[in-house]
């Protein structure tokens, strides 16, 4: 038997094993999550998209049956494998850095500044609404561009949506690959090199590379001069950065099932490592009090919809060795 004719025997196989051990309970409310996220499969394809549905949407139950500082609750996103998960959203990849270029500087932990108890830009203008990256690892592009709206806004008192179509596009030559992964850093790089960055308005986000590079240098409308790297490691330097300057980009790790269907709280989990692969945006800090605790988190921005966590943010454990690494690959433009 010809090896393609095996292949697609097993996979015929595999796919009506799945549809066998279907929960008919749950049909409805499959059928109904399919509907409210315009869901359409091929025929044979949907019998196994329901099985992870369902696998996803058991271990969520479990989870918030167990108690935790935060909950957990199905997206858009559920009928997606652990590794399809992490294969198309996650696309921070500190394996495309380079050397640092003289337009990086080291933001160092003052022993001195005394910051607020909490902060949060959104509040303040300098946060554009939460955007959506779709089937494509370009959240470096979203944070990269997080950042440099801040700096904008701060500049000029205009709040205006970056391209992160212009940075997936053009920065191929500074190591980025476009929907394969990139380095925020490098994004910055790109936008002081090349002079300036397009608005989302006139170079459109695609969800997938482009055919070429289109940037329009007749209508740059950031810049950045330079790149400020956070001090590896400390949430103190970080904290420090977020307070004086505005929203910073960050790396965390996304890699757990957990970070994937986040709802709400302050995330805190074991499963979290230092080994970053997610970019993500630091809006802000704060403290929640409860019951005579205090909890301190960060404000992170995300690129996943407004359907995933806080309305597309999440608060994550701050103080607490550097969770989830954020404080491991922090850094912001200047103008």
């Known amino acids: 038997m010809p090896p393609v004719l095996m292949v697609m025997m097993l996979l015929l196989v ?10 008919l309970s749950l049909e409805g409310t499959w059928e109904g999550w399919k509907e409210l996220h315009a869901k359409q499969y091929l025929q044979e394809e949907e019998g196994f998209r329901q099985a992870v549905w369902e696998k996803n ?48 500087v080291l933001f160092q932990e003052s022993a001195t500044l005394e910051t607020p108890e909490g902060v949060d830009w959104r509040a303040k203008g300098y946060v ?5 990256q779709g089937h494509c690892g370009s959240c470096w592009a979203f944070s990269a561009t997080g950042a440099l709206e801040g700096l904008l806004f701060n500049k000029t008192r205009k709040l205006v949506s970056l391209s ?10 500074l190591g980025n690959r476009g929907c394969h992964g990139g380095y925020i850093t490098q994004a910055f790089e790109y936008v002081h090199v090349n002079g300036g960055i397009n608005s989302e308005a006139d170079y459109p986000y695609l969800e997938k590379e482009g055919p070429r590079c289109s940037y329009n240098p007749q209508d740059p409308v950031a810049n950045c001069t330079s790149i400020v790297a956070i001090q590896r490691g400390s949430e103190q330097a970080l904290e420090q950065a977020v307070a004086t300057v505005g929203p910073v980009s960050v790396a965390v790790d996304a890699r757990s099932f957990f970070f994937h269907f986040y709802k709400s709280g302050i995330f805190a989990s074991s499963w979290c490592t230092q080994l970053v692969n997610h970019a993500m945006l630091v809006v802000g800090y704060g403290t929640l009090q409860d019951s005579g605790k205090n909890t301190d988190y960060w404000i992170l921005k995300n690129s996943w919809t407004e359907k995933w966590g806080e309305q597309g943010y999440m608060r994550l454990a701050k103080g607490l060795d550097n969770h989830c690494g954020v404080a491991n690959q922090a850094s912001y433009p200047t103008l």
């Open 128 to 132: 554009t609404p939460v955007k959506n």
């Open 164 to 173: 992160e179509q212009n940075l997936i596009d053009c920065s191929w030559k």
């Open 14 to 23: 595999l796919l009506s094993s799945f549809s066998n051990g279907l929960d």
């Open 57 to 104: 949407l058991q271990r969520i139950e479990q989870h918030n049956r167990e108690g935790s500082s935060f909950h957990l609750a199905m997206n858009h996103l559920g009928d997606l494998t652990d590794e399809e998960f992490n294969q198309m959203l996650n696309g921070f990849r500190s394996d495309l850095a380079e050397p640092a270029s003289k337009t990086v």
